[in-house]
């Protein structure tokens, strides 16, 4: 455990900044073999099982990405219905949250803000370092619906920078949607100062919900290297979003480290009291299984 050096990072982490290949091969014993990408065999297969119906996302013409298919039906259409119900619930909330906005009450906002922002960089954080860390893609339902990324991901990172808005929020955006329609529901229900006295709590939620349905999109920020608007590098530059060389620090093998990809602001603490490591020990402790075990059983694939 520990943050590595720039050198090492550089040296055991896949190279991102190459829009058309982003292949590198192994210099140990197997010669001509993937070490990252799309063209790694763990990642093909891994690619494979998201649908029986995927042509592998490592067929090129010319150098140039061939188009996945689309997704299975079913599950495009949740993720746009989810991303769409999640944005109109936010619209309607921030009104109501504008109409009882006191302005004396402004610096609670803001602490509401940065509790916010805290609070969805550390439940990102367990739940990544949960996914990275235990399971196995064979587990039923939670294997192949949510493990199957993280361990694909890994050995092709830029994946995530070829999926669209639906595709890459969907999910987060679902999440979020019961804690919503319920501040709605207290809107609609309450008395104006039942409103007034819960405020602040409805406010910090309201804004956790926001940086919670954006942490997947601040993590393919971190992984795209062409073409961000001047603006979204710019506060990757000042660290109010994750920033792309500090989110690689994570892809560093066997990804130990830097779990929080909302902002990244909590990846300091933890590190320096050990906090994955320490909950690591326990586990394996209590039950005997070792962590990363399948991560890395996938990365090591050469066939």
Same mark, same amino acid.
């Given at each position: 455990m520990g943050v590595k050096s720039a050198t090492e990072i550089i040296e055991n982490s896949m190279t991102e900044e190459d829009p058309n290949d982003n292949i590198q091969y192994s210099n140990g014993s197997i010669p001509n073999k993937p070490r990252w990408g799309p063209a790694h065999a763990g990642a093909k297969e891994l690619a494979s099982k998201y649908t029986a119906d995927v042509d592998g996302p490592s067929e090129r013409t010319r150098g140039f990405y061939k188009k996945r298919k689309e997704r299975p039906p079913g599950k495009r259409l949740q993720e746009t219905i989810c991303l769409f119900l999640s944005i109109a619930l936010l619209a309607v909330n921030f009104v109501f949250l504008a109409v009882y906005f006191d302005p004396k009450q402004w610096h609670m906002v803001l602490l509401c803000a940065v509790l916010g922002i805290l609070s969805a960089?550390?439940?990102?954080? @367990? $739940?990544?370092?949960?996914?990275?860390?235990?399971?196995? &893609?064979?587990?039923?339902? &939670?294997?192949?619906?949510?493990?199957?990324?993280?361990?694909?991901?890994?050995?092709? %990172?830029?994946?995530?920078?070829?999926?669209?808005?639906?595709? !890459? =929020?969907?999910? =987060?955006?679902? $999440? $979020?949607? %019961?804690? @919503?329609?319920?501040?709605?529901?207290?809107?609609? !229900?309450? !008395?104006?100062?039942?409103?007034?006295?819960?405020? =602040?709590? *409805?406010?910090?939620?309201? @804004?956790?919900? $926001?940086?919670?349905?954006?942490?997947?999109?601040?993590? *393919?920020?971190?992984? !795209?290297?062409?073409?961000? %608007?001047?603006?979204? &590098? *710019? @506060?990757?530059?000042?660290?109010?979003?994750?920033?792309?060389?500090?989110?690689?620090?994570?892809? &560093?093998? %066997?990804?130990?480290?830097?779990?929080c990809i909302t902002t990244g602001w909590l990846n300091y603490p933890l590190e320096a009291i050990k906090f994955w490591p320490t909950l690591e020990v326990l586990i394996e402790t209590l039950t005997g299984c070792k962590p990363r075990s399948d991560d890395m059983a996938w990365a090591s694939k050469t066939q």
């Open positions: 960089d550390f439940v990102g954080g @367990l $739940v990544h370092w949960g996914a990275d860390t235990w399971g196995t &893609v064979e587990l039923p339902i &939670v294997g192949s619906g949510f493990i199957r990324p993280f361990r694909e991901h890994h050995i092709d %990172p830029t994946s995530i920078t070829r999926h669209d808005f639906i595709e !890459t =929020n969907g999910d =987060n955006f679902a $999440v $979020v949607i %019961p804690g @919503l329609a319920y501040m709605l529901y207290q809107f609609l !229900t309450c !008395t104006s100062v039942e409103i007034a006295d819960s405020y =602040n709590w *409805k406010m910090y939620l309201y @804004l956790l919900a $926001v940086f919670a349905s954006l942490t997947n999109q601040c993590h *393919k920020w971190s992984h !795209t290297y062409f073409g961000l %608007p001047w603006y979204i &590098v *710019k @506060l990757q530059d000042i660290h109010l979003l994750l920033p792309r060389r500090h989110h690689r620090i994570h892809h &560093v093998a %066997p990804h130990e480290t830097y779990y």
